[in-house]
């Protein structure tokens, strides 16, 4: 018998007498550039304990509230004793995989569309969704299964398209709540309209893969920095998917961390679920917030000069400067930046070899240390649009910064800005829809 087991935000395990199955274990700790943090954090004991009778773990994408290298590093001796294969679709960069083979940890790819036995009598079928999140079909015999996390499958021809792959289900995980920058402090009903669209991407995701159950979960978490905790005002809760479902036949189920589903035919007490998160909602306004610290002009540049390398590394700076000047959108722009706790604006133009002090309209508000962020990774400003830890200096100054500064998001979906690039009439599109996807940032 398929059983089902809530621990945390995205992480759950599915077993029977074979498997046991355990996904995107992110328990402890911030996310996202100290921008997140869980509802409710789980011990060393705890984890320890739900652990040892883990088969395989499941990654769903490289997000930190999915992939948490704190979690791979703290518990790599108990997963290495117990055998656990990690199981993640596979990629063009191998970064994961390269992760866990120098971990000598076992390490399964996933080829998409394809069903594959993981163990007698379990099946998963791992789909791809945009660049890097993927889904995952678990099939045990008497019960399919499927998550989608974090997957936008908001759109008639999308879930038309992962319906072909799957079909219906009796078991559906999904996404319940935004999980992105959302327009500044002044602009809730942008943040009202995002939540209400996630949960009318929820109603087309039943309709169209007719669950019998739902669990909302990869949304238990809260903003948690003192320049993004705004961010919390609209967020949905569990008791929010109840009552926008309540008129169809497909069950809520809403578990707090180490509930377990046995039966999935019978009802689910929901009470207990609702009230505990309830009560961890209500608690956030609370909870102290992340401060970020400040960092030195010198510094600043310092890092500024390892971004441009990097950059012009993987891309041909002779070609980004005639697309700055010839591309029919305005990409590689100066972007002004206003330093919050430097009180200072600085023009961050990639031609340029330092970080300049100016007198201008800001395109971006945020702090010294979220700028050094962006310019020491290259999943920097990825980064930033997830946790908000930014203000717009003026209307329209997000799109006009990510028009520069996604460029690194770019390279990590596989466009790079070299000659080949001008005779490749399919990646021009492919560059001009992503960018235009990344500046909206609508999650």
């Known amino acids: ?47 320890e304990d739900l ?22 590093k703290k518990f790599l001796p ?18 994961v995989k390269e992760f866990f083979k120098k971990s000598g940890i076992k390490f399964k790819e996933l080829l998409f569309e394809i069903s594959t036995q993981i163990e007698r009598g379990f099946n998963v079928t791992c789909f791809k969704d945009g660049f890097y999140d993927s889904g995952l079909l678990i099939e045990t015999g008497d019960q399919k299964i499927l998550n989608l996390n974090d997957c936008q499958i908001r759109s008639d021809a999308k879930a038309d398209e992962i319906y072909n792959i799957i079909g219906e289900c009796d078991l559906l995980l999904t996404q319940f709540s935004y999980a992105a920058w959302k327009g500044g402090k002044k602009n809730i009903e942008w943040r009202e309209e995002a939540a209400k669209e996630k949960l009318d991407t929820l109603r087309l995701q039943v309709k169209k ?100 390398k990097r ?10 400067k005639f697309l700055s000047v010839f591309s029919p959108i305005k990409i590689f722009k100066p972007v002004y930046i206003h330093l919050k706790d430097l009180d200072e604006t600085f023009c961050v133009d990639l031609f340029e070899k330092n970080l300049m002090r100016a007198d201008h309209d800001a395109h971006l ?56 690039f001008l005779f490749n009439f399919n990646l021009i599109m492919l560059f001009f829809n992503r960018l235009k996807k990344v500046s909206k940032q609508i999650l």
């Open 209 to 308: 893969f007719n669950p019998t159950y739902l669990i909302p979960f990869a949304s238990y978490v809260y903003f948690s920095n003192e320049y993004n905790s705004y961010l919390n005002d609209s967020v949905n809760t569990p008791q929010n998917v109840i009552d926008c479902l309540s008129d169809l036949d497909t069950s809520v189920v809403v578990m707090k961390p180490f509930d377990v589903f046995l039966d999935f035919t019978g009802e689910f007490d929901n009470n207990n679920g609702v009230e505990f998160w309830n009560s961890k909602y209500k608690s956030i306004s609370s909870i102290p917030k992340h401060l970020y610290n400040q960092v030195e002009f010198s510094e600043l540049n310092e890092a500024f000069d390892i971004y441009r």
């Open 78 to 95: 108990l997963l290495k004793d117990n055998n656990v294969t990690i199981l993640f679709q596979e990629t063009k960069d191998k970064r």
């Open 51 to 72: 652990l040892m009778d883990v088969t395989h773990i499941w990654i769903s994408h490289e997000h930190p509230d999915h992939f948490s290298i704190l979690f791979f």
């Open 365 to 420: 508000i945020m702090s010294s240390e979220s700028l050094e962020f962006v310019f020491r990774n290259t999943f920097g400003f990825d980064t930033l649009t997830v946790n908000g830890c930014f203000e717009e200096g003026k209307s329209g100054g997000f799109s006009i910064a990510t028009k520069t500064l996604a460029i690194e998001n770019l390279n990590n979906m596989g466009i790079r800005f070299r000659l080949m």
């Open 311 to 320: 950059v012009f590394l993987n891309n041909s700076r002779a070609l980004m």
């Open 1 to 47: 018998m398929t059983k089902i087991q809530f621990i945390n935000h995205a992480s759950v395990k599915i077993y029977n007498e074979d498997c046991c199955l355990l996904s995107d274990p992110w328990y402890q700790g911030d996310a996202f550039h100290k921008g997140w943090n869980l509802l409710v954090e789980l011990t060393d004991k705890e984890v």
